[in-house]
């Protein structure tokens, strides 16, 4: 054998989890698909895709994520004596993403 070094052989890949926020949007979708996940645990994967856009909002990239599926979702305090913004963030989990 070669005892100079040490072979590397590539392993599975690993994905860190997907993050996003916005402000708090009542009668969504996204909402629903979320809260049939994880209160009913009636977990359906789906296909998600996230544009970059530029100043103009032409698109610049698209990142489509494959059988993702919702792992948490929160939503910023609530403090009655601010007038702040509700920021919801949803996390995702997926089996891998391309880019377009």
């Given at each position: 054998?070669?005892?100079?070094?040490?072979?590397?052989?590539?392993?599975?890949?690993?994905?860190?989890?997907?993050?996003?926020?916005?402000?708090?949007?009542?009668?969504?979708?996204?909402?629903?698909?979320?809260?049939?996940?994880?209160?009913?645990?009636?977990?359906?994967?789906?296909?998600?895709?996230?544009?970059?856009?530029n100043e103009n909002h032409?698109?610049?990239?698209?990142?489509?994520?494959?059988n993702a599926w919702p792992?948490?979702?929160?939503?910023?305090?609530?403090?009655?004596?601010?007038?702040?913004?509700?920021?919801?963030?949803?996390?995702?989990?997926?089996?891998?993403?391309?880019?377009?």
């Amino acid at each position: 054998g070669e005892n100079r070094y040490v072979q590397k052989l590539p392993g599975r890949a690993r994905y860190p989890d997907l993050v996003m926020k916005r402000g708090f949007m009542t009668d969504s979708e996204v909402f629903k698909w979320c809260e049939r996940a994880i209160r009913d645990l009636n977990i359906e994967p789906k296909t998600v895709w996230v544009t970059i856009l530029n100043e103009n909002h032409e698109p610049l990239k698209t990142f489509t994520f494959i059988n993702a599926w919702p792992k948490k979702w929160s939503v910023s305090d609530l403090n009655a004596e601010s007038s702040e913004i509700i920021v919801e963030s949803l996390e995702l989990a997926y089996q891998y993403f391309k880019v377009d």
